[in-house]
């Protein structure tokens, strides 16, 4: 049984950077401790159009390309009279894939209330660069462990650990350097997916053709390919049947190897 000491042990993370390894614990906050739980002023969808001046996210496009607009005069009122986000505030989506998070750049857009959401944080207590990492640690789901909906009482109760200001900006420069880098790779990748598709379709025939577009140096001038059938240069070819006894839904000493279905 753990004594009441063990459960109070203070919270320090594993690896900390050499400057704050003496600064003391962390501090477990409540979300709802650091800020209000905040949305936009709802939008009919009378209101709405397929075109228009500022575009409209709904939880369906969050993230995403937006398919509705809203008058840059309703934008206004709204924006002047009701809550809306600072730029660099963490967007929250409150249903469907729960817990996904957009930063608010701070160009004209307008959210989609209650399934869209952000805390109003006090960057003097809590960076929104630390808070967007600290998103990634919560287990989102709501107290019977569904995730159709998150109640902003549910995001109110959600808890996380706050570092001193240095340390978040620390932190959060770390991990967004890693992201850049990241962010940096899947591009070059995607590049070379397209160039690897496009020599693809230079170097077979095109349709209803013999010879492709594209060809090494050395095979210039070795004729055009051939047109077989699978059949004539392989045999298809099935694994047999396993009875009940043969396998196993679970690995053991017994049943090691993998069945693919």
Same mark, same amino acid.
């Given at each position: 049984m753990r004594s009441k000491s063990d459960k109070k042990k203070p919270l320090v993370p594993r690896l900390r950077f050499p400057e704050f390894r003496e600064a003391g614990a962390w501090e477990v906050k409540r979300l709802g401790g650091i800020g209000s739980v905040s949305m936009c002023k709802r939008i009919l969808k009378s209101q709405t159009s397929e075109s228009g001046d500022i575009p409209f996210y $709904?939880?369906?496009?969050?993230?995403? /390309?937006a398919d509705a607009f809203i008058e840059n005069k309703i934008y206004e009122e709204f924006k002047e009279k009701y809550s809306f986000p600072n730029k660099g505030d963490i967007l929250i989506s409150a249903s469907g894939t729960i817990g996904r998070t957009v930063v608010y750049d701070g160009k004209p857009a307008y959210f989609q209330d209650s399934n869209i959401v952000w805390i109003a944080n006090?960057?003097?207590?809590?960076?929104? &660069?630390?808070?967007?990492?600290?998103?990634?640690?919560? /287990?989102?789901?709501?107290?019977?462990?569904?995730?159709?909906?998150?109640?902003?009482?549910?995001?109110? $109760?959600? !808890?996380?650990?706050?570092?001193?200001?240095?340390?978040?900006? !620390?932190? &959060?420069h770390c991990l967004s350097s890693l992201d850049e880098v990241i962010g940096l790779q899947a591009k070059k990748v995607q590049a070379l997916k397209q160039h690897k598709k496009g020599?693809?379709?230079?170097?077979?025939? %095109?349709?209803?053709?013999?010879?492709?577009?594209?060809?090494?140096?050395?095979?210039?001038? %070795?004729?055009a390919w051939e047109v077989k059938r699978l059949g004539e240069v392989a045999d298809v070819v099935a694994a047999g049947d396993l009875n009940v006894d043969d396998y196993s839904t679970e690995r053991t000493d017994k049943y090691i190897f993998p069945i693919y279905s």
């Open positions: $709904k939880i369906g496009t969050f993230s995403k /390309q006090n960057e003097n207590i809590l960076l929104n &660069a630390f808070l967007y990492y600290c998103y990634k640690t919560i /287990q989102w789901q709501t107290d019977d462990n569904t995730i159709s909906r998150l109640y902003n009482d549910n995001l109110r $109760k959600m !808890k996380i650990v706050v570092p001193p200001i240095p340390e978040q900006q !620390k932190i &959060a020599l693809m379709q230079q170097l077979f025939p %095109a349709e209803g053709e013999t010879t492709p577009r594209l060809r090494f140096p050395e095979f210039r001038e %070795a004729g």
